[in-house]
């Protein structure tokens, strides 16, 4: 049973493991289940999976489901504090972004009580999961991994099966806990469930008319299959299982090309990530011919983390002792850096400068 398979909390991975002068870059996957755009049905943008800041292994929006029935009949005294929370369906990660977790924690749990006042199910399964989704933000995994678990059982209790995309979203929440909480069999576990689960689901779906089911829900669950395997790869990242990760990264890079496209902001991403994990293995050349064509990407298509992957790029062409290219592919990326007021990354690019120079008068 999912309840057995999976365990106790939701959260962030710990600072990712990447060889010397590479930096994960933080765009994000969205989407997953039921990812229609602005609906409430998802928490994600359409047609994109999260990913969190700083390399942190973190889904911020929710997957549950809003009690559409209540918001057509008009905005009773749930909707409201919903909204007043600032957690709505579109844009949960709101309050994050405004520092108003507290308070939104506090009009959650009104939420919470007057839904089951009401008895409304749908009102409850949402307001577990935005909870979660706070308590996540807050870096308390226990509570987090409480209140996705109650939000589970509401659903299975219902007609909800075990295969549909808003519970697999919330035991690939629970499996990237378990990565945090370094248990790692109950990772593992969680990670494997959700992945193979998801791949049975989408041969089956295969070859379903658009009339049975549309094309969007196909490319949702493609999409939630994306996120995992990226979790997947970053977390065996993390451990070390650098040959492991690589193949779960180049099957996520795959599957964003087929479904999102290559000039995707996701698919510059992965194309980045496959880059650190190669390179990490000492295979530089392949590194480089991936990084380089992210880089590419990055630059045509105005990505907002492109200051990051020139990061990585400069990285490899040091691991490469192409020192001056290098230098200069530095330089830009500070410039960048420095324009988009990213602080943290002006930082480690200046400690890479350093270290190049380093390196180049040991060459010499």
């Avoid at 977790?101 to 009009?107: H, I, P, Y």
């Avoid at 779906?205 to 990226?230: C, F, H, I, Y």
């Avoid at 190669?278 to 530089?284: C, E, K, N, P, R």
Wanted: proline share 4%; with cysteine; glycine share 6%.
């Amino acid at each position: 049973m999912l309840a057995a398979a999976l365990p106790r909390a939701l959260g962030r991975l710990s600072a990712r493991r990447y060889p010397a002068g590479l930096r994960p870059p933080r765009a994000a996957w969205r989407g997953g289940a039921r990812g229609e755009e602005g609906s409430g049905r998802a928490g994600f943008e359409r047609r994109r999976w999260a990913r969190p800041a700083g390399g942190a292994l973190g889904f911020l929006g929710a997957f549950s489901l809003f009690p559409r029935d209540a918001e057509e009949d008009g905005e009773d005294a749930i909707i409201l504090l919903l909204k007043r929370a600032k957690l709505s369906p579109v844009s949960p990660q709101l309050s994050a972004m405004k520092g108003e977790l507290g308070e939104a924690e506090k009009l959650l749990h009104e939420a919470l009580r007057l839904s089951h006042q009401s008895d409304n199910r749908k009102a409850i399964i949402y307001t577990y999961s935005m909870m979660a989704n706070v308590a996540f933000m807050q870096g308390q995994l226990d509570n987090a991994e409480k209140l996705y678990k109650a939000s589970m059982s509401y659903l299975l209790a219902g007609d909800t099966k075990e295969d549909d995309n808003a519970i697999l979203e919330m035991s690939l929440k629970l499996a990237s806990i378990y990565a945090a909480q370094k248990q790692h069999k109950l990772a593992l576990a969680g990670y494997e469930f959700c992945i193979l689960t998801l791949e049975e689901k989408i041969a089956k779906q295969k070859d379903l008319p658009e009339d049975v089911l549309p094309a969007e829900e196909k490319a949702n669950t493609r999409l939630l299959l994306g996120m995992s395997l990226d979790s997947y790869a970053r977390y065996l990242l993390n451990i070390n299982q650098l040959p492991a990760a690589q193949k779960m990264y180049e099957k996520a890079l795959q599957l964003s090309k087929d479904v999102q496209g290559e000039t995707h902001p996701q698919t510059v991403v992965l194309m980045s990530d496959l880059a650190t994990v190669l390179d990490a293995q000492g295979h530089h050349d392949e590194a480089y011919s991936y990084v380089k064509r992210a880089a590419e990407l990055a630059k045509e298509t105005q990505h907002p983390e492109e200051h990051m992957v020139l990061n990585n790029l400069a990285a490899i062409l040091m691991h490469k002792e192409d020192f001056l290219q290098a230098r200069q592919v530095y330089k830009e990326a500070l410039k960048q850096a420095q324009q988009k007021g990213d602080a943290a990354s002006v930082q480690h690019i200046q400690e890479e400068l350093a270290e190049l120079a380093k390196r180049r008068k040991g060459s010499k």
